[in-house]
């Protein structure tokens, strides 16, 4: 008895003791991954909020303004210290970014001057806004696209220079329908309210954040630094983009929107694009108390869009009426000394197919767009490491060269 009374309390005893050092272990690991943190989080250099800001290659801020009217007259516009009407954007754009947690900055928020700043800041930069309209049929109304165009930028101020740093594009796509044709007045109200609130169940900076918090980094690894620098628009294609926007702006446009989805697939990043004559020392960053030259580094890699097929087809099949927008387009690489290293063809046919009921209307100026955005962003998502085989086999003509070609393409490009 005596005994194991005995046995029973050593054994109690050795049994608290090890759960007490198990404990004391566990504590102190705890305690140490804590301190980890906190010295990590310690560790985080700091860059400042800069505020909203307009970019563009205009030579003038007036025609910078032109890409992006409403948003240009609310931070621009010189009635009050907050802007037109009392609208204070840069006070909207602070709020959704600050308490954003990023992997290696924190944000600084205060209300700091842009023409005061040194070191590294952070701006949301708006490059464009697009708004598409089409008639539907009287069953249907009037169909808009609105677009908005931007970057969650990292710049370092220096003496006399400001230096691009790190960027992650984004796109905002809103689409609506009215039974009546609106005013510019009323569209006008609808951009507005992207930048302003949630009304339409999105709001552009609430957005551009969650977007750019996993892949915007301060301290970038080594890149190869990747730039969309030329657009190719076919007659064909031209007569139907030119309903809505001039050649140019399009080009822009499509250049913004594969630079943006390039960078969302691949995680790296891209330079803001350049297209045509017009280089990246030309980029102008506007804040609402100054204007800044962007310096960007010279591309590694050179990227072009050749858009060159429009074609639509209509074809009865018992009651509805199916309607194609076909797409055609090439993808251009060349490396640093200019030697074309990559023609990719995809094209989309059968995916452009809809079906629609008797009289309703399917503008050109709307769905050709669409079509065009669409087979452009899946090309994208091949670049993410998972190269889509169903995809090559409806959109090219060769498919297992195209796998090739993007699978040595990424890896060259994008280290992946």
Known sequence: MIVRKESKTIRHFLVAFATGLLLSVALSANAQNEADAKTAAEDKPTVVWGGVSLASHASTPEEQRKAMPVIGEMLMCKNTTEGCGGIDINAVAREAFANTEFRDFDIEVGSVSASQLQGHIITPVITSEAIVEAFEGKSVGYSYSYRIFGNLMILQFLPGEVQYVAAHPFILNYFDVSKTKLSDAQKREVFKSLYLNDDKGVNFFAQLRDAAQKDLRLNVDEHNY??????????????????????????????????????????RPILPSALGDRTTQQLLIVFRDASKKLVVPP?????????????????KSGSEQIICFMVASSILVEDPYGEQIGNLRFARKRDSCGATNPGTQRADVMYFPESMYSLLYRVSQQFDGKIDGKFLKRNTDKPAAVRADISRLTDTLFNQ
């Open 226 to 267: 990747v730039q969309i620098n030329s657009v190719e628009l076919s007659d064909e294609v031209l007569a139907v983009l030119t309903q809505a926007y001039g050649a140019e702006s399009w080009k822009q446009q499509i250049a913004k929107f594969f630079e943006s989805n390039l960078a969302a697939s691949t995680g």
């Open 299 to 315: 591309a590694g890699y050179s990227v072009g869009l050749v858009i060159d097929r429009f074609l639509r087809h209509e074809a």
